[in-house]
């Protein structure tokens, strides 16, 4: 589902947060991880941001996935894609990513973006998987 969906309430962002930092952990040199406060101000008070770009994969009532795109002037982006470890490997990246090309393609953009840390092998292998080529701008 997305959040849009699940409704964009303030407890919903505070579990999106939660799944979020959860997952970006294991990111190689994440580092540390935003506080609620500056993740409010950086993901969602911001003109990109659209709930329905946010795509939370669901096990029951457990959140344990996320795959957020944003929208921008003239591409779409791809942002945080994150799995809670005990679920990855199902293909619940692939499915979310899939599941929010609808949103992408109610924007009616052509183009998507996203990047990786170099060493992100799963990450890259994904985004492959998804059909991103490399780019130099
Ligand atoms: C990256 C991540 C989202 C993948 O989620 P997932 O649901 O386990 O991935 P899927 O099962 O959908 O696998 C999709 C493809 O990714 C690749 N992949 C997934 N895990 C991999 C691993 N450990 N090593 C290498 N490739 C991997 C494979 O190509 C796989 O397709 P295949 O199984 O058909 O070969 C998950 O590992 C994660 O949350 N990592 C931590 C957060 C992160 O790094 N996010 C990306 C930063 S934007």
Redesign the pocket.
């Known amino acids: 589902m997305t959040l849009a969906d699940l409704g964009d309430t303030p407890e919903h962002r505070r579990a999106l947060y939660e799944l979020n930092k959860e997952?970006?952990a294991?990111?190689p040199e994440r580092g540390e991880f935003y506080s609620f406060d500056e993740y409010v101000e950086r993901r969602f008070e911001v003109a990109s941001y659209d709930p329905r770009g946010v795509v939370i994969a669901l096990d029951g009532e457990a959140w344990v996935?996320m795959a957020a795109t944003s929208r921008h002037e003239s591409f779409m982006f791809n942002e945080?894609?994150?799995?809670r470890a005990g679920?990855?490997?199902?293909?619940?990246?692939?499915?979310m990513k899939t599941f929010g090309m609808a949103f992408i393609e109610e924007c009616g953009a052509s183009r998507v973006r996203t990047f990786?840390h170099p060493a992100?092998?799963?990450?890259i292998?994904?985004n492959r998987?998804m059909g991103f080529v490399d780019t130099v701008d």
């Open positions: 997952c970006a294991d990111i996935g945080m894609t994150g799995v679920y990855r490997g199902r293909g619940i990246s692939i499915a990786h992100n092998a799963s990450a292998a994904m998987k």
